[in-house]
């Protein structure tokens, strides 16, 4: 049955089909028809549609406790901490329900840690065409063009530098910087990939200034690009890290992840009243107990190698260039045709993304399967041929 909504508000455009059902690589509507989902949530779920690990994580916490608020410890938020710490490196985890709002908390953490380490600095140094959240503060972290003159007055306090570029952020970093924050791969922008050393010289950069190196890997964390953190890839170690998406599977849970040495929020600085909730943390404890199995990890490694490849064919097909890694990429395509794309793929029964208007993004489950990638490349080098088709006969 399909159901009026109108009482839902709008804030973006949406399809009429109304999603009912979801298993693994596969959405279906109130109709029944089925959707190959290439979206997933927007990079969200990790293991695919209602894992069987997570269920069962999420309905054995159930039997325990549900919430026990944030004047309590809970022990799932307990191991889920202490497991997050040891997989990153970093010491101290604060919990929270979405990405912007881990972001806001490392941002506040950055102005505190100035606060008692920097005098006088404030400033935090993010991206052109970064992506970091929709509250207030975060609008006018991100780096889309207009974001942070969009609901004036603008929140102070963000400057922003070209993206890949070392020395435009050395340039820019003064007595009032507190920290660099940046995005490891940029996601929203479509799989925007950085120069390989990228993350090695902003922590260099980041001790020799003396300033704070926060990562955004809300979407780049939990598996996306191949490693449990891309940071991994370049062997750093950042005072800040924050996660969202894939952490919970599906569930709505973040995280700050800091060192010893930046964690000086004093008690009543910071806090949540869902952060940190039982089964959500019960949920990010299975999707980590999945990926971090060694067998798993050689399955997606191959997953990733097959989506790269038929990824690749479809861009010889479509003269687009690929970029991105993992599960995470990007199709620049020659025209700004993504959403043409984006919407007929739709109709064909396959979930794409228009990160931008020549570029699809394609942030599949980490487990996806060569049927699934198969049955992908067949849709959607159909989908290109028609819309390419459809641009000659109107030319
Ligand atoms: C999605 C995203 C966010 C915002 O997460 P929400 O859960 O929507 O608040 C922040 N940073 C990055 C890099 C993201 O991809």
């Not at 019960?282 to 107990?289: F, G």
Request: glycine content about 10%.
């Amino acid at each position: 049955m399909q159901l009026p909504t109108l009482n839902f508000m709008r804030v973006n455009q949406r399809p009429e089909p109304q999603m009912v059902r979801g298993a693994g690589s596969y959405l279906f509507d109130q109709d029944g028809k089925r959707y190959l989902d290439f979206i997933q949530g927007w990079a969200v779920n990790c293991l695919g549609h209602s894992p069987a690990a997570i269920k069962r994580a999420i309905v054995a916490q159930l039997d325990q406790v549900m919430n026990v608020g944030p004047a309590l410890y809970n022990q799932p938020a307990l191991s889920l901490a202490a497991r997050l710490c040891e997989l990153s490196g970093l010491d101290r985890a604060f919990f929270a329900n979405s990405g912007a709002e881990a972001n806001e908390a490392a941002v506040k953490l950055c102005r505190k840690w100035a606060q008692k380490r920097r005098p006088g600095a404030f400033e935090v140094i993010t991206t052109r065409d970064s992506f970091h959240g929709r509250t207030l503060a975060m609008t006018c972290a991100t780096g889309k063009a207009g974001w942070d003159s969009a609901f004036p007055p603008r929140v102070e306090g963000f400057v922003k530098a070209p993206y890949g570029d070392v020395a435009a952020i050395a340039s820019m970093l003064t007595d009032q910087t507190a920290a660099v924050m940046v995005e490891p791969i940029q996601g929203e922008a479509g799989a925007v990939t950085p120069p390989s050393g990228y993350l090695r010289e902003l922590r260099a950069l980041c001790d020799e200034r003396g300033v704070l190196l926060v990562l955004d890997e809300v979407q780049t964390g939990i598996g996306r690009t191949g490693p449990l953190f891309a940071f991994e890839a370049e062997g750093v170690r950042p005072d800040l890290v924050t996660l969202g998406k894939g952490l919970g599977g599906g569930l709505p849970i973040s995280a700050l992840l800091a060192t010893r040495e930046a964690s000086c929020f004093d008690d009543g600085d910071h806090g949540s009243t869902f952060g940190g909730n039982a089964v959500c943390c019960a949920a990010a404890l299975a999707v980590l107990e999945v990926l971090t199995e060694p067998k798993g990890r050689e399955a997606r490694e191959e997953s990733s190698r097959r989506l790269e490849l038929a990824l690749h064919r479809a861009g010889e097909f479509a003269g687009a260039r690929l970029r991105g890694q993992g599960h995470l990429f990007g199709l620049v395509l020659p025209s700004n045709d993504a959403e043409k794309i984006r919407d007929r793929a739709f109709e064909q029964g396959l979930l794409l993304n228009a990160a931008r208007p020549n570029v699809l993004r394609f942030m599949p489950a980490l487990d996806v399967g060569q049927v699934e990638i198969d049955e992908m490349l067949a849709l959607l080098l159909d989908v290109l041929a028609a819309v390419s088709q459809r641009r000659k006969e109107c030319a």
